[in-house]
């Protein structure tokens, strides 16, 4: 069993900056590829990123394009902590972020492949 939890949310103004991170439990936390996953208000939980596992130094990533070039996923598998560094927000990044551990090293953008979710952290950009 993996559990994880998000720290870092909070209230930002457009054009500003926060880094959400996602401590989890568990000795095969390298293993895993992880995701971040976003819900607004009345939306549905859509994808933001995703960085490949393994026994590596050299990890895959993948973003969504509403996000590309201004958010960046990165992994210390020392601390067992995935990051989501969130630069140049947006009111319409305003959501509850989630992370999500998949239980192999590939990357997927589908939360269904996602077995361990956090409980969320809720980002607000105010304009």
């Known amino acids: 069993q993996v559990q994880l939890v998000e720290s870092g949310g909070g209230l930002v103004q457009a054009g500003g900056s926060l880094r959400l991170s996602c401590a989890a439990s568990?000795?095969?936390?390298?293993?895993?590829?992880m995701g971040w996953f976003r819900q607004a208000p009345g939306k549905e939980r859509e994808f933001v990123a995703v960085?490949?596992?393994?026994?590596?130094?050299?990890?895959?990533?993948y973003y969504s394009g509403s996000v590309k070039g201004r958010f960046t996923i990165s992994r210390d598998n020392l601390k067992n902590t995935v990051y989501l560094e969130m630069n140049s927000l947006k009111p319409e990044d305003t959501a509850i972020y989630y992370c999500?551990?998949?239980?192999?090293?590939?990357?997927?953008?589908?939360?269904?492949?996602?077995?361990?979710w956090g409980q969320g952290t809720q980002v607000t950009v105010s304009s």
């Open positions: 999500a551990a998949r239980t192999v090293p590939l990357t997927s953008t589908s939360g269904s492949t996602y077995a361990y």
């Open positions: 960085i490949s596992g393994g026994d590596t130094s050299i990890y895959y990533t």
């Open positions: 568990g000795r095969t936390f390298s293993g895993y590829a």
